[in-house]
Each structure stands twice: as C-alpha cells, then as structure tokens.
C-alpha cells in the first residue's frame, strides 16, 4: 500500500495531521482506477520543517511511494492523483507558495518484503494480522 510523506515549511498539530490524513484518504480512495478500496493501508507521514532556511521555505512536497506497478494505474490515473494531492494540501495550507507532488510507482520486482505478525486464534490456530 502506498505511503505518502508530506515535508516543507508547515505548522501542523496533531489534529492538523489527521484532518489531512482524512481528506487524502478520501481522496486516494475517490480514484476509480488505484483500486484502493481499503482505508487502512494508506500510509501518511508529516515532516513539518519550521526552521528551515532554504529554497523551500514556503513549498510543501508530497511523495506518494510504494504505489505498486499495475495495468489500471495508468499515466493518466497517477497525474489524477498528484492532482487531487495537491489540492488536498493546498486547501489545508493556502498561505504555501508552492505544492509538489512527486508519484513514484513501485514494481515488485525491483524487491520488496513483507513481514505481518501472527496471532493466535481461538482453537490455538495461528492467523496473520
């Protein structure tokens, strides 16, 4: 599932990040062609930079990643997305002078690993989480 990482010049508090979270999610899963259909996988990391002194003084980038490879996410399906993103961080932060967002799609077999903890069900069964 994909991660995204929000980072720039932004003040944002914990509720601040789960609004955005919220609005991405939506916005991940209103994309017919991602196929995302469970709000659980989808992954958001804020890096909020107050001090920075730089040229991205007032930009916020978001990086959408481990986005697997797949027929249905198309050229034209991924620019939606970076659309959408976008906009989602630019209603969120309107005084930001610019908004980035880079979708970086992933293929399995430049590698990849997946490790998921076992539970133990009822019957001494074990299942993954």
Same mark, same amino acid.
């Given at each position: 599932?994909?991660?995204?990482?929000?980072?720039?010049?932004?003040?944002?508090?914990?509720?601040? !990040?789960?609004?955005?979270?919220?609005?991405?999610?939506?916005?991940?899963?209103?994309?017919?062609?991602?196929?995302?259909?469970?709000?659980?996988?989808?992954? !958001?990391? /804020?890096?909020?930079?107050?001090?920075?002194?730089?040229?991205?003084?007032?930009?916020?980038?978001?990086?959408?990643?481990?986005? *697997?490879?797949?027929?249905? &996410?198309?050229?034209?399906? &991924?620019?939606?997305?970076?659309?959408?993103?976008?906009?989602?961080?630019?209603?969120? *932060?309107?005084?930001?002078?610019?908004?980035? !967002? /880079?979708?970086?799609? $992933?293929?399995?077999?430049?590698? $990849?690993? +997946?490790?998921?903890?076992?539970?133990?069900?009822?019957?001494?069964? +074990?299942?993954?989480?």
């Amino acid at each position: 599932m994909p991660l995204n990482r929000i980072s720039g010049h932004f003040d944002a508090d914990d509720a601040k !990040c789960d609004a955005v979270r919220n609005d991405i999610v939506k916005a991940m899963m209103g994309i017919d062609g991602l196929g995302i259909t469970v709000e659980k996988g989808i992954t !958001c990391l /804020f890096y909020p930079t107050k001090m920075m002194e730089s040229d991205l003084e007032s930009t916020i980038i978001i990086e959408v990643i481990g986005l *697997f490879v797949k027929l249905e &996410r198309t050229d034209e399906i &991924r620019k939606q997305l970076a659309d959408k993103l976008g906009q989602v961080i630019r209603d969120h *932060f309107p005084e930001t002078n610019l908004v980035q !967002c /880079f979708v970086r799609p $992933f293929d399995l077999a430049e590698g $990849f690993s +997946e490790s998921r903890k076992k539970l133990v069900v009822p019957g001494g069964e +074990e299942a993954l989480a």
